[in-house]
């Protein structure tokens, strides 16, 4: 038959999809051949129609042990002979499909990559005419591929044994670097290159930014009420599968959870269930990974971000590939970015962890010995790859688990195994089959410190790799670009990116330059876009606390600072409550113009969608509680009385009581009374005006009583429950004033004239404070006052309520300052 002949016969398919002929073509001529084509494109049929068009067999290389049988069961379905050999099957099932495969009845046998160890496999397949070998998933032989996987070394050493059949490498994410590392490790230093392009024009992508994990399971719920047909939502954790499965079951929606901690049976009836079309959504994690292959997933939602575009572009890829319309789509946090960089500096062990290791499997004694082999190796770049061959051992074999190295050595399971899997690439141990024993066996040999080191240095650099892999993943979900020009050029693909539907960025644009939107007119409406253009005109970047801080004017230091307080917009909602603001933001955020970015303290930025409603200046449909003439009034009165202090004591002035202003102006008693405190100290308010004669007099008798005004706490406890320390300060700070020397008289000597140390505390008060003020880019005076330091420099105060007791100080500054005062204090004691 011709190509065009067999697809039709066997596969009822009308046309070659692109790349298929090409990639055929240069196999059928006995070619090696890389084929890069996107996730559902076909890449498996080329390694069929060039086995079932060659003469002998075909060899598939493959990690899909678990969907195998799907496969083979589709050929044998076609009456190709065809046949899988894995651990699901028993011990004498395995023996009578070596001896057909010896026999030569199998034109197409798939095997995972560790099966090249096996003698028997071995020997068997050494009978056969093999005139193909395909590696499927060839990316995970590259260390700066997404899925790297030792077991895929073997296959070099293993196409040398079997004479160097032509080879097709198949893949659908590869970059560039990864395209080459996978020639270099096969050794196909001639071959042929395919690489049909990545895009997927039926795909959508979008991201959605989610702050908050109520934030993901709201958005989830939204997704699914307009999301048709079936659908894969990834999640990073088995914890994260089972509450968001509940979480829609509780929807009312068909919904099945999967995931590696589940039992054999019950994830492969959840999985067929699936791909027969029963079960129309499944939340997994990527435990449910590559060869799914139904055609008509509608939609992939991302609840939790991967660690790589290649992972995000494979898993995505599920969707769609009947060819029809489907979306992709990421629900991201800046947060999510936590877990990935925590596993990044700790999924792989140390390297006194692998000497640990090493020095554990070298204590273990000898199995008994078992009709086995001798060893063969061969070196390549990634270290001496061990496969096993002939009649009788020369070395002794040791026997363990996994749970046998995380018992004895402290070291997790996962960190094990890759423990092993960096020893055995360094020839320190060599593995022998793993079938019918029920342990890792392996023989253990030296392991040199230069050994040592060199793995080292090779996990620096993984390590390194990854995290450049994360910053692309990163950069994905916060470009304001195309999304589908962002993943095309990672994977080098400088070609067309057309799409009728080409991701949620480039339709916000679109669908603004289409339809021209009604303009702003009601104040809701203006106001959001003034928290639009609010963002553009900071300087720094400022994350929603702050923005809203910006907004209502807040005297607070982090937001009164001179870069934000220039700001036109400062002070803009100041008539609203912070809370209000923040609603505001929030709504902005969820609505899709505004968006998180940055990692451990995320900040605020605009999408396409505000990028253009504030150009258009758009009305953005937005709750916002109505702020009358007066009340916008009132609120400039106050910003023009001088700020938060001085704000209260001209409410005083008008005859409101100190709980009335606490009221009007939305603050605790307690904070207004440390405000008119501090204006009495300053001669500002009169003590009057602000504590009853009848409760000054008994405090004044307590401080003449107790002969002291450093401790607020020594004064309180003498005078009634209904005396709070508010008023005990401000009586405090007049009396202090009171007893102050005539303005005429000499200045009194600074405290350092009593106290040798006094001097040297009082230098590192000022210096302390000046490091402050340049830290918070503000005059240092806003901080402390140098009579405020001489006075805390004579008071010396030991707690934060001494401190907060010392003239010039009070609650606020205590709050904000006192730990890194009292610490100063301490020291100098010292």
Same mark, same amino acid.
């Given at each position: 038959?011709?190509?065009?002949?067999?697809?039709?016969?066997?596969?009822?398919?009308?046309?070659?999809?692109?790349?298929?002929?090409?990639?055929?073509?240069?196999? +059928?001529?006995?070619?090696?051949?890389?084929?890069?084509?996107?996730?559902?494109? #076909?890449?498996?049929?080329?390694?069929?129609?060039?086995?079932?068009?060659? @003469?002998?067999?075909?060899?598939?290389?493959?990690?899909?042990?678990?969907?195998?049988?799907?496969?083979?069961?589709?050929?044998?379905?076609?009456?190709?002979?065809?046949?899988?050999?894995?651990?699901? +099957?028993?011990?004498?099932?395995?023996?009578?499909?070596? /001896?057909?495969?010896?026999?030569?009845?199998?034109?197409?046998?798939?095997?995972?990559?560790?099966?090249?160890?096996?003698?028997?496999?071995?020997?068997?397949?050494?009978?056969?005419?093999?005139?193909?070998?395909?590696?499927?998933?060839?990316?995970?032989?590259?260390?700066?591929?997404?899925?790297?996987?030792?077991?895929?070394?073997?296959?070099?050493?293993?196409?040398?044994?079997?004479?160097?059949?032509?080879?097709?490498?198949?893949?659908?994410?590869?970059?560039?670097?990864?395209?080459?590392?996978?020639?270099?490790?096969?050794?196909?230093?001639?071959?042929?290159?395919?690489?049909?392009?990545?895009?997927?024009?039926?795909?959508?992508?979008?991201?959605?930014?989610?702050?908050?994990?109520?934030?993901?399971?709201?958005?989830?719920?939204?997704?699914?009420?307009?999301?048709?047909?079936? #659908?894969?939502?990834?999640?990073?954790?088995?914890?994260?599968?089972?509450?968001?499965?509940?979480?829609?079951?509780?929807?009312?929606?068909?919904?099945?959870?999967?995931?590696?901690?589940?039992?054999?049976?019950?994830?492969?009836?959840?999985?067929?269930?699936?791909?027969?079309?029963?079960?129309?959504?499944?939340?997994?994690?990527?435990?449910?990974?590559?060869?799914?292959? /139904?055609?008509?997933?509608?939609?992939?939602?991302?609840?939790?971000?991967?660690?790589?575009?290649?992972?995000?572009?494979?898993?995505?890829?599920?969707?769609?590939?009947?060819?029809?319309?489907?979306?992709?789509?990421?629900?991201?946090?800046?947060?999510?970015?936590?877990?990935?960089?925590?596993?990044?500096?700790?999924?792989?062990?140390?390297?006194?962890?692998?000497?640990?290791?090493?020095?554990?499997?070298?204590?273990?004694?000898?199995?008994?010995?078992? @009709?086995?082999?001798?060893?063969?190796?061969?070196?390549?770049?990634?270290?001496?790859?061990?496969?096993?061959?002939?009649?009788?051992?020369?070395?002794?074999?040791? #026997?363990?688990?996994?749970?046998?190295?995380?018992?004895?050595?402290?070291?997790?399971?996962?960190?094990?195994?890759?423990?092993?899997?960096?020893?055995?690439?360094?020839?320190?141990?060599?593995?022998?089959?793993?079938?019918?024993?029920?342990?890792?066996?392996? $023989?253990?040999?030296?392991?040199?410190?230069?050994?040592?080191?060199?793995?080292?240095?090779?996990?620096?650099?993984?390590?390194?790799?990854?995290?450049?892999?994360?910053?692309?993943?990163?950069?994905?979900?916060?470009?304001?670009?195309?999304?589908? /020009?962002?993943?095309?050029?990672?994977?080098?693909?400088?070609?067309?990116?057309?799409?009728?539907?080409?991701?949620?960025?480039?339709?916000?644009?679109?669908?603004?330059?289409?339809? @021209?939107?009604?303009?702003?007119?009601?104040?809701?409406?203006?106001?959001?876009?003034?928290?639009?253009?609010?963002?553009?005109?900071?300087?720094?970047?400022?994350?929603?606390?702050?923005?809203?801080?910006?907004?209502?004017?807040?005297?607070?230091?982090?937001?009164?600072?001179?870069?934000?307080?220039?700001?036109?917009?400062?002070?803009?909602?100041?008539?609203?409550?912070?809370? $209000?603001?923040?609603?505001?933001?929030?709504?902005?955020?969820?609505?899709?113009?505004?968006?998180?970015?940055?990692?451990?303290?995320?900040?605020?930025?605009?999408?396409?969608?505000?990028?253009?409603?504030?150009?258009?200046?758009?009305?953005?449909?937005? $709750? +916002?509680? @109505?702020?009358?003439?007066?009340?916008?009034?009132?609120?400039?009165?106050?910003?023009?009385?001088?700020?938060?202090?001085? +704000?209260?004591?001209?409410?005083?002035?008008?005859?409101?009581?100190?709980?009335?202003?606490?009221?009007?102006?939305?603050?605790?008693?307690?904070?207004?009374?440390?405000?008119?405190?501090?204006?009495?100290?300053?001669?500002?308010?009169?003590?009057?005006?602000?504590?009853?004669?009848?409760?000054?007099?008994?405090?004044?008798?307590?401080?003449?009583?107790?002969?002291?005004?450093?401790?607020?706490?020594?004064?309180?406890?003498?005078?009634?429950?209904?005396?709070?320390?508010?008023?005990?300060?401000?009586?405090?700070?007049?009396?202090?004033?009171?007893?102050?020397?005539?303005?005429?008289?000499?200045?009194?000597?600074?405290?350092?004239?009593?106290?040798?140390?006094?001097?040297?505390?009082?230098?590192?008060?000022?210096?302390?404070?000046?490091?402050?003020?340049?830290?918070?880019?503000?005059?240092?005076?806003?901080?402390?006052?140098?009579?405020?330091?001489?006075?805390?420099?004579?008071? /010396?105060?030991?707690?934060?309520? $001494?401190?907060?007791?010392?003239?010039?100080?009070?609650?606020?500054?205590?709050?904000?300052?006192?730990?890194?005062?009292?610490?100063?204090?301490?020291?100098?004691?010292?």
């Amino acid at each position: 038959m011709t190509p065009r002949d067999a697809l039709h016969h066997y596969f009822a398919f009308p046309e070659f999809r692109l790349g298929q002929e090409a990639a055929l073509s240069h196999t +059928l001529a006995g070619r090696d051949t890389l084929v890069v084509m996107p996730t559902g494109s #076909g890449k498996s049929l080329i390694y069929q129609l060039a086995a079932l068009l060659l @003469p002998g067999a075909a060899l598939v290389i493959s990690p899909l042990v678990a969907l195998m049988k799907d496969q083979i069961d589709s050929l044998t379905r076609r009456n190709i002979p065809a046949t899988f050999i894995n651990s699901s +099957l028993t011990t004498a099932e395995q023996a009578k499909r070596l /001896r057909a495969l010896a026999e030569g009845k199998y034109k197409i046998v798939l095997v995972a990559p560790e099966r090249l160890r096996s003698r028997r496999f071995r020997e068997a397949i050494s009978r056969v005419r093999l005139n193909l070998l395909a590696v499927d998933e060839a990316h995970c032989l590259s260390q700066w591929g997404h899925d790297f996987r030792p077991d895929y070394l073997y296959i070099a050493e293993a196409r040398r044994d079997f004479n160097a059949p032509v080879t097709l490498a198949l893949t659908a994410t590869a970059t560039p670097r990864v395209q080459d590392d996978i020639i270099a490790k096969l050794g196909l230093s001639r071959a042929e290159k395919i690489v049909t392009g990545f895009n997927r024009p039926n795909l959508t992508f979008e991201v959605f930014s989610t702050p908050t994990p109520n934030a993901k399971l709201n958005l989830v719920r939204d997704f699914l009420k307009t999301a048709e047909g079936a #659908g894969i939502i990834y999640v990073g954790t088995r914890r994260d599968a089972e509450e968001v499965a509940a979480f829609i079951g509780n929807l009312g929606l068909p919904v099945q959870h999967y995931h590696a901690g589940l039992d054999n049976d019950p994830r492969s009836q959840i999985q067929d269930s699936f791909l027969a079309g029963d079960l129309p959504l499944i939340v997994a994690t990527n435990a449910f990974g590559l060869g799914i292959d /139904r055609p008509d997933v509608r939609f992939v939602l991302h609840y939790s971000m991967p660690g790589t575009l290649e992972a995000y572009y494979q898993e995505a890829g599920r969707a769609g590939r009947d060819g029809l319309p489907a979306r992709a789509a990421l629900l991201y946090s800046p947060k999510d970015t936590a877990l990935h960089e925590f596993f990044i500096e700790h999924d792989s062990p140390t390297a006194l962890e692998l000497r640990t290791v090493h020095n554990y499997l070298r204590s273990l004694p000898p199995l008994p010995s078992h @009709p086995s082999t001798s060893f063969h190796s061969a070196q390549d770049a990634m270290g001496a790859v061990t496969t096993w061959d002939g009649d009788s051992l020369s070395r002794s074999l040791i #026997g363990f688990t996994l749970a046998d190295i995380e018992q004895a050595t402290g070291l997790p399971q996962t960190k094990a195994r890759i423990a092993l899997e960096q020893l055995q690439a360094a020839n320190a141990i060599r593995r022998a089959p793993d079938e019918s024993y029920g342990q890792i066996r392996v $023989e253990t040999l030296p392991l040199p410190d230069a050994t040592l080191a060199r793995i080292a240095k090779q996990v620096a650099e993984r390590r390194d790799h990854k995290r450049y892999q994360l910053e692309k993943m990163v950069d994905y979900a916060e470009t304001n670009a195309c999304r589908r /020009r962002t993943l095309l050029g990672h994977f080098g693909d400088s070609g067309d990116a057309a799409a009728p539907a080409c991701c949620d960025n480039c339709l916000a644009r679109a669908e603004t330059e289409e339809t @021209p939107p009604r303009p702003a007119q009601t104040q809701a409406e203006r106001a959001a876009l003034i928290v639009l253009h609010t963002l553009t005109t900071l300087k720094w970047e400022v994350g929603r606390g702050k923005l809203a801080q910006i907004l209502k004017g807040s005297m607070k230091p982090e937001a009164a600072r001179p870069e934000y307080t220039g700001n036109r917009n400062y002070g803009k909602f100041a008539a609203l409550h912070l809370k $209000e603001i923040e609603s505001l933001v929030n709504q902005l955020l969820e609505s899709g113009y505004l968006k998180q970015v940055g990692s451990d303290r995320p900040t605020l930025a605009l999408t396409p969608r505000g990028e253009a409603a504030l150009k258009a200046k758009a009305a953005i449909d937005v $709750e +916002l509680r @109505p702020v009358q003439a007066v009340e916008t009034q009132r609120q400039k009165a106050k910003t023009e009385a001088g700020g938060t202090v001085a +704000l209260s004591g001209q409410l005083l002035t008008r005859g409101l009581s100190p709980e009335q202003i606490a009221a009007e102006r939305g603050l605790t008693v307690g904070t207004i009374y440390s405000h008119l405190g501090a204006l009495i100290a300053t001669g500002q308010v009169d003590v009057n005006a602000v504590v009853p004669a009848d409760i000054q007099k008994q405090i004044r008798s307590v401080i003449e009583t107790v002969g002291s005004v450093q401790q607020l706490s020594a004064l309180k406890v003498h005078l009634p429950e209904t005396i709070d320390y508010g008023q005990i300060r401000c009586v405090v700070n007049a009396w202090l004033r009171e007893h102050e020397q005539p303005a005429a008289a000499p200045a009194p000597q600074p405290p350092a004239a009593t106290n040798p140390g006094n001097g040297d505390l009082f230098e590192r008060l000022r210096a302390w404070r000046l490091e402050k003020a340049r830290a918070l880019k503000m005059p240092s005076y806003v901080i402390f006052w140098d009579q405020t330091l001489h006075a805390i420099t004579a008071a /010396r105060p030991a707690t934060l309520a $001494e401190l907060e007791a010392v003239r010039g100080v009070g609650q606020t500054k205590a709050e904000q300052y006192g730990e890194e005062v009292l610490a100063i204090i301490a020291q100098t004691r010292m």
